[in-house]
């Protein structure tokens, strides 16, 4: 009883449930987490960005800069 | 060995940062000033300061000693271990601390929930600050030793005497301002390095071809994502569950020694822009930590102790007295001092806002605190001098530091998540959060022997530790008492104080 609670739990711990997951799934889920951030990024309001800035100016846009950010690092996992 | 010109460029450095973070001193006159720079800062500094900080000389050694093992699946710790998590923290969380005037994530904790969460989690970083600066203290010792033969506590002493006094009397301004220097002098000298590294094993291509003829399979050691089964630290699932979802955001967001940088930025803006530019420039700092390590399968496939590869590859690329060796020596020296500087000024904050104002002497004169302040600064640096030793029981270093980090992250990320998007979440709900996620974390780690497959567990440590705290949190929130609206105002995601009517302007 107790060995197969233990066997459960270790099971469970080590993410065996998702042994399954091939390699190519896996780094796809990366990908697809940059690709959500990006939205969520998009979708935040402007007025919330420029806040603390006197002049708005495109190129303090911080959305500009985070998305840059995402494309630098989803480069790097599409190609390791 | 260092000679001629090296010993010139060295010691300029050395006393160019002192000089410099001495001169902060004559900005210095409150506490504020001493822990926040007096909110002056712009987000150019603070976005370098961070990186710098971030990474020491323990990273050249101990991250280049696990890409020798394990191949640039370490390079997910400043990739995907951080991006996501700076750009969460700048957008979301970062606003809503500046905006609150906080000094600490602790004082956070406290107005959120209450003051034995603060305590709790004030205690927790004050302790793990503290012998974390053993750990970087023995790194360097350790680097110091392979290069130039320095005995240990020599080497100890001399960069905690450099580090203390500019940190002394400059508060944060002197260490985040001394970070940029630190930052440019380590860039240049790690790029040095692996410049110099590449050219002697032919390029990329050579590189490639040269590791995979020693019979290494070109997915051993150029592959960020690693199966689930793998036996190294680094399988997918702790990358994606233990790293990304909890510890990158617990480090980005919920360290004081990253926030407090951008609590002391001189508007919203560039509070937010410090994380995002941050994020840019960390996405760097793998080539210069990381490529030393696989430079070093090719040029010495032997090995026993990977934290060897790097002091070596220093002493066989750079030439001795012409100044090279000099700059590469002073880039670690500016990893090393810009963490220890970092922890110094982050523990002093912590004990003095959270424990020492709250519980020893209220409502001193402010001028009482700068002292207190700087004292707490001295005692944690003789405290991280003599606790150095134990950290050489670890098999690599960087491993070291992740395990103490896993331990509590979790948890305290669990209940700063909990705190600012939910409002539900009780003061109580908080408390048995965080002590029931440092429990389960600490269960996981005394039994991993049992539970665990791979090599060592800390991120799964850190995601079950994180979920623990969560679902612990969120239950006795169900059967607890929240606090008012009003109390919560400025807190808690898109929750603000009411605009008053025009009636009762009028009125």
Known sequence: MLKAILNALRYVLNFDWLAGVSMGAAKNVFLVLF?????????????????????????????????????????????? | MLGGLDYVVVIAYLIGIMLLGFYFKRYVHSSEDYFLAGKSLPFWAIGMSIVVSDIGAQDFVGVSGQAYRYGIAVGN??????????????????????????????????????????????????????????VVFWASAKLLNTLMGWPFWQSIIITASVVGVYTFFGGLAAVVLTDVIQLVVMFAGGALIVVLGLYRVGGWD?????????????????????????????????????LTFVMANAYMIGNQAIVQRCLAAKSEWDAKASMVLGAFLKMFIPVLVLFPGLIAIVLYPDLKDGDNAFPLLVKELLPAGWG??????????????????????STATLWTKDIYEKYIRKDAPDRHYLIVGR??????????????????????????????????????FSVLMLGIFWRGTTQWGGLFGLLGGITVSALLYIFKGYLFQIEDPFLYVSWWSFLAGLVIAIVVSLFTRPHPDERLYGLVYRLAEPKPNTAQVRA
């Not at chain 1, 990006?38 to 708005?56: M, Q």
């Not at chain 2, 989690?121 to 302790?127: C, D, E, G, R």
């Not at chain 2, 992740?402 to 948890?411: A, N, R, V, W």
């Open chain 1, 35 to 80: 690709v959500l951030i990006g939205i969520l990024v998009l979708l935040i309001p402007n007025d919330f960005i420029y806040n603390g800035v006197e002049k708005r100016r495109w190129w303090l846009n911080l959305k500009l800069w985070a998305l840059g950010d995402l494309a630098f690092i989803f480069i790097t996992y599409y190609i390791f």
């Open chain 2, 77 to 134: 710790f400043d990739w995907i271990g951080s991006v996501p998590a700076m750009l969460l923290g700048a957008f979301i969380f970062i606003p809503y601390f500046w905006k609150a005037g906080l000094y600490t994530i602790p004082e956070y904790l406290g107005r959120r929930y209450n003051d034995y969460v603060r305590t709790i989690a004030s205690a927790t970083w004050i302790i793990f600050f503290a012998f974390n600066l053993g």
């Open chain 2, 206 to 242: 050579g590189l490639v071809d040269k590791i995979t003829t020693q019979g290494h399979s070109f997915s051993d050691y150029f592959r960020l994502i690693q199966p689930a089964d793998t036996k190294t630290p680094f399988p997918w699932t702790g990358i994606l569950f233990g």
């Open chain 2, 324 to 345: 090279l060796m000099g700059l590469m020596f002073a880039a670690l020296l500016a990893g090393l001092m810009s963490s220890i500087d970092s922890m110094l000024n």
């Open chain 2, 375 to 412: 004292m707490a600064t001295i005692v944690l640096l003789i405290f991280g001098v003599i606790t150095s030793p134990v950290s050489q029981y670890f098999a690599g270093i960087y491993v070291a530091i992740q395990t103490f980090l896993s331990f509590f992250q979790g948890p305290v």
